[in-house]
């Protein structure tokens, strides 16, 4: 296996808004890992398909870091599978109903029953993006 690079990390934040001028005070290095992996053995990436959650910042080809461990609760973004099928939604609690809830209207929300066999493989907690 080869030794990971060691990449500057720099200790100030860039604005997102006007320019502002900066030290450039390197802080260190990042291990992506330590940022966004708490439990290694139940963690596990996998890459988004389709735009049923783009207004949850999770886009077509982006790579998400799911964690099994994690309880998945009200409004955890989850990996479920419905009758087989896996897909990646905003769990809710409705009038005591579970659904699977998309972050783009032209979807529909899915409501899960006992007759659906769903089972929920983790939650998401960090998404990966190429922007270029």
Same mark, same amino acid.
């Given at each position: 296996?080869?030794?990971?690079?060691?990449?500057?990390?720099?200790?100030?934040?860039?604005?997102?808004?006007?320019?502002?001028?900066?030290?450039?005070?390197?802080?260190?290095?990042?291990?992506? *890992?330590?940022?966004?992996?708490?439990? =290694? @053995?139940?963690?596990? /990436?996998?890459?988004?398909?389709?735009?049923?959650?783009?207004? !949850?910042?999770?886009?077509?080809?982006?790579?998400?870091?799911?964690?099994?461990?994690?309880?998945?609760?009200?409004?955890?973004?989850?990996?479920?599978?419905?009758?087989?099928?896996?897909?990646?939604?905003?769990?809710?609690?409705? *009038?005591?109903?579970?659904?699977?809830? =998309? @972050?783009?209207?032209? /979807?529909?929300?899915?409501?899960?029953?006992?007759?659906?066999? !769903?089972?929920?493989?983790?939650?998401?907690?960090?998404?990966?993006?190429?922007?270029?």
């Amino acid at each position: 296996m080869a030794d990971t690079p060691q990449i500057p990390f720099f200790a100030e934040s860039v604005p997102a808004g006007f320019p502002t001028p900066t030290a450039g005070e390197i802080n260190g290095t990042l291990d992506l *890992n330590q940022l966004c992996v708490r439990h =290694p @053995a139940a963690t596990y /990436y996998v890459r988004a398909r389709g735009n049923s959650m783009t207004g !949850a910042g999770i886009d077509d080809g982006d790579i998400l870091v799911v964690d099994r461990s994690l309880d998945h609760t009200h409004d955890s973004i989850v990996i479920a599978a419905i009758s087989g099928e896996f897909t990646v939604k905003k769990l809710e609690q409705r *009038n005591g109903s579970h659904w699977l809830v =998309p @972050a783009n209207p032209d /979807y529909q929300p899915i409501e899960i029953t006992p007759e659906q066999m !769903a089972d929920i493989f983790g939650v998401v907690t960090f998404v990966i993006r190429q922007l270029q």
